[in-house]
């Protein structure tokens, strides 16, 4: 890993920082740890049908960047 590389340990404190930010917002769909080009990065998943405020999800959290992707979720499969 070179030093520009967030560490696992960052990438898990930054994780738990958004659950606690964002977690009960509307459009939270789910954050996560993911692989990147570079290493690993942060995902935060949006409902694309709430509307977010301009600049209320930061670029980069934590010194770590954000990939914001748009998904509607899984819902309770009725068995």
């Known amino acids: 890993m070179?030093?520009?590389?967030?560490?696992?340990?960052?990438?898990?404190?930054?994780?738990?920082?958004?659950?606690?930010?964002?977690?009960?917002?509307?459009?939270?769909?789910?954050?996560?740890i993911v692989p990147t080009d570079g290493g690993l990065g942060l995902r935060l998943n949006v409902d694309p049908d709430v509307k977010i405020k301009e600049g209320e999800i930061p670029a980069?959290?934590?010194?770590?960047?954000?990939?914001?992707?748009?998904?509607?979720?899984y819902k309770l499969r009725k068995d």
């Open 2 to 32: 070179s030093g520009s590389e967030p560490s696992t340990r960052s990438l898990q404190r930054a994780k738990r920082s958004l659950l606690e930010k964002y977690g009960q917002c509307d459009w939270f769909r789910g954050v996560g």
């Open 60 to 73: 980069i959290h934590n010194n770590i960047a954000i990939e914001i992707v748009r998904t509607k979720g």
